[in-house]
T-cell receptor
Framework: AQKITQTQPGMFVQEKEAVTLDCTYDTSDPSYGLFWYKQPSSGEMIFLIYQGSYDQQNATEGRYSLNFQKARKSANLVISASQLGDSAMYFCAMRGSNYKLTFGKGTLLTVNP | DAGVTQSPTHLIKTRGQHVTLRCSPI?????VSWYQQVLGQGPQFIFQ???????GRGNFPDRFSARQFPNYSSELNVNALLLGDSALYLC???????????????FGPGTRLLVL
């Protein structure tokens, strides 16, 4: 079975500062993928970043980076230079051998001006 | 390029009724997945279809069914609606390869279903 844990129900950050959203996972699959999605109040899930379990380098996509620590089973999302438009729910998800995405409960990020 | 589209955007039904939700994947994507997201929770996997075959099913009752058409669009059907079926239903498409484990799934805007 796969499990994603996001322990921060809500986070606050000042505009232009960096913020880290925590994610830990559990799986018995030797090969898996980790994803972060953003969900604004409109409801659509927006793909942000992907990390493969065998990738040697941490993934980066613009202002998003994924701090992948395989031994600790963590995949934290770092958002640099926060913007007001970053205010949303953020979900960590993983996918193993069974093709489905397993999501955490999410973290509500609020960016303050 | 058009993203994943879903219809309708909103729907109100009463208990016991039947509902059909529709999804069109990104052009070239052969896999469609359905998720249910109740308020305050992360999405829960319902089904995945690849090349018109069911590839996976989540822990949902038999009242939930789906199919995929030759053009890779998909329908999710829910029979005998219960109040607890009120949720945002998300469709996602992915490119998929034969052994693809980590193909990115791209989501549509969702259908908000309210059961009264």
């Amino acid at each position: 079975a796969q499990k994603i844990t996001q322990t921060q129900p809500g986070m606050f950050v000042q505009e232009k500062e960096a913020v880290t959203l925590d994610c830990t996972y559990d799986t018995s699959d030797p090969s898996y993928g980790l994803f972060w999605y953003k969900q604004p109040s409109s409801g659509e899930m927006i793909f942000l970043i992907y990390q493969g379990s065998y990738d040697q380098q941490n993934a980066t996509e613009g202002r998003y980076s994924l701090n992948f620590q395989k031994a600790r089973k963590s995949a934290n999302l770092v958002i640099s230079a926060s913007q007001l438009g970053d205010s949303a729910m953020y979900f960590c998800a993983m996918r193993g051998s069974n093709y489905k995405l397993t999501f955490g409960k999410g973290t509500l990020l609020t960016v303050n001006p | 390029d058009a993203g994943v589209t879903q219809s309708p955007t909103h729907l109100i039904k009463t208990r016991g009724q039947h509902v059909t939700l529709r999804c069109s994947p990104i052009s070239g994507h052969k896999s469609v997945s359905w998720y249910q997201q109740v308020l305050g929770q992360g999405p829960q996997f319902i089904f995945q279809y690849y090349e018109k075959e069911e590839r996976g099913r989540g822990n949902f009752p038999d009242r939930f069914s789906a199919r995929q058409f030759p053009n890779y669009s998909s329908e999710l059907n829910v029979n005998a609606l219960l109040l607890g079926d009120s949720a945002l239903y998300l469709c996602a498409s992915s490119e998929e390869k034969a052994t693809g484990q980590s193909e990115t799934q791209y989501f549509g805007p969702g259908t908000r279903l309210l059961v009264l």
